[in-house]
């Protein structure tokens, strides 16, 4: 490996990807974002432009992807994550995990770099298992609305597999849980931000369903601490990355109201089809081989990311009065 290490990181100028250059660079790598910015903000990952340790490809990863040079990891988290994105569009989602996960495995077999795939909790469907460990297999409607991102995962994770089985090539599965902060898109129409959105413009908060199903939230920070750490195991299996402490969406959402000191109602309405009733993370196998586990708690998770929305919403305030 050369004194500086290059990586590839898809999806670059996104949540998590944008979180992901900045830690990288931060630990002394040579980054190289790409991202097709469909749903990413180069804002996210503007700050980096000026080092001579990041470069930006903006491109589609299922099509044809080259890199120039030595690469000695690639962290693939390219694909619309929140529902209103890929319900809205169903086929780049499944293109990205399929199409664009054979690509970056090409890449990374040409290039004998060590590839880490951002697949999701969502492979457990609506889960019949709880908490969900690695064993279990699922619980998936393939031809639900919200089959074109879980299959799109679970495919992902099979074809990963199959290159490390066939090729021996050196592979990554993180199974990410709902994760939360700074750089989420207020309108990505997730929980987190859509309720902290609806309390500071004065609105009802939006709960589906009766609000009794549950959720697992993990502050970015502790996530890219995990992807990082899976990165440079030699676990090859995949690994549950999230913080099993469990909230119902209902008592999620009267906390963002308080936080917020806000008085919105909470109003109800159906919940989607295929809608997991609960998800929490068995995270014992990242305690074990990774020694990892979240340890920065909701409460201030929430505030750090709250300030970050209101900075944003006060600033677009401003510059709308100019």
């Known amino acids: 490996m050369p004194e500086v290490p290059r990586i590839l990181i898809t999806g670059a100028a996104g949540f998590l990807g944008s979180h992901l250059c900045d830690r990288f660079f931060k630990e002394g790598y040579h980054v190289i974002g790409m991202d097709n910015l469909i749903t990413g903000d180069l804002a996210n990952i503007a700050h980096l432009f000026k080092e001579s340790r990041f470069e930006f490809y903006h491109h589609d990863v299922s099509k044809f992807v080259f890199v120039p040079g030595p690469l000695d990891f690639i962290l693939h988290f390219a694909s619309p994550a929140s529902p209103a994105d890929y319900l809205r569009m169903p086929i780049q989602t499944l293109k990205v995990s399929s199409l664009g996960t054979h690509n970056l495995l090409g890449l990374a077999k040409v290039k004998k770099a060590r590839i880490l795939v951002a697949s999701t909790s969502e492979v ?16 998936v409607n393939a031809v639900g609305p919200r089959g074109v991102y879980d299959e799109a995962k679970r495919f992902m994770e099979s074809l990963t597999m199959a290159y490390h089985n066939f090729h021996g090539l050196e592979t990554r599965i993180a199974r990410i849980f709902n994760t939360y902060g700074p750089r989420m898109r207020l309108d990505d129409g997730r929980a987190l931000p859509a309720f902290i959105g609806q309390a500071l413009r004065g609105e009802p908060l939006t709960v589906f369903g009766d609000g009794s199903q549950t959720r697992s939230f993990c502050y970015v920070d502790d996530l890219i601490e995990g992807i990082f750490r899976l990165l440079h ?76 929305y209101k900075r944003i919403m006060d600033s677009a305030s401003e510059a709308s009065h100019r």
């Open 124 to 139: 457990y469907g609506d889960p019949l298992e709880h908490p969900q460990k690695e064993s279990y297999w699922g619980h």
């Open 233 to 308: 195991s030699d676990y090859v299996g995949p690994v549950n990355l999230g913080n099993p402490e469990e909230i119902s969406i209902l008592e999620f959402a009267r906390e963002i109201r308080e936080l917020t000191g806000g008085s919105s109602e909470i109003v109800f309405k159906p919940l989607p089809t295929d809608d997991p009733k609960q998800r929490r993370p068995d995270i014992s196998l990242a305690r074990q081989i990774l020694g990892w586990e979240p340890r920065i708690s909701r409460q201030d998770g929430l505030r750090k990311t709250y300030e970050f």
